[in-house]
């Protein structure tokens, strides 16, 4: 991944939320109060995440060049964790407001704006730390156990001793992107 794409979708992001904030179209801002909380979370779960297995970050998704050293790739965890974090998020964060704001704005009445849904938002973000940390769980005990097992592709660019993490981190990113659809929709519901 180029920084040049890492840079435009951090500039589109931050200017949609400016244009939101300073558009006051409440429709807009709760997109970006979406935006806002997925990308939060999704930082503060990568800076755990990445340091269980750097692995899923450095193997397992394509290299970010390090900014300062462009012949180098980026490997600090928080810096992979932060830059991941948004990465994996923004956009889910992005349909989330879409499908919330159309709910709060069209279907429900009163209509809806975004200080109303701050803490909807809130228990839906609990609601997927809480899966994800589950879903984490529940995948370490499987690979553990031996009946999960990393696929033969990683097998060869994984190292075996860290094949129960990497799983497990695996388990909590798919519950974590699970538990986001079924709490957004319930949300909406």
């Known amino acids: 991944m180029s920084h040049q794409r890492i840079l435009i979708q951090l500039l589109a992001v931050l200017a949609f939320v400016a244009f939101a904030v300073l558009r006051r179209s409440p429709f807009l801002q709760i997109i970006a109060l979406c935006i806002a ?36 790739d980026l490997e600090g965890p928080t810096l992979l964790a932060i830059s991941w974090g948004f990465l994996g998020s923004w956009w889910g964060g992005l349909f989330m407001g879409i499908v919330v704001g159309l709910t709060a ?27 994800a940390l589950v879903s984490g769980l529940i995948g370490y005990g499987l690979a553990k156990a031996g009946v999960i097992w990393v696929a033969e592709d990683w097998e060869r660019v994984i190292p075996r001793e860290r094949h129960v993490a990497f799983l497990a981190v695996g388990w909590t990113h798919a519950g974590a992107y699970l538990a986001g659809v079924v709490a957004s929709l319930g949300l909406c519901a």
């Open 105 to 131: 704005r069209l279907v429900c009445a009163p209509k809806l704006g975004p200080r109303e849904l701050a803490k909807p938002i809130l228990v839906v973000i609990a609601v997927v730390g809480i899966t």
């Open 37 to 72: 909380a997925l990308v939060g979370y999704g930082i503060v779960q990568d800076q755990f995440t990445v340091r269980l297995c750097p692995e899923y970050f450095t193997r397992a998704h394509p290299t970010i060049p390090d900014y300062f050293d462009p012949d180098r």
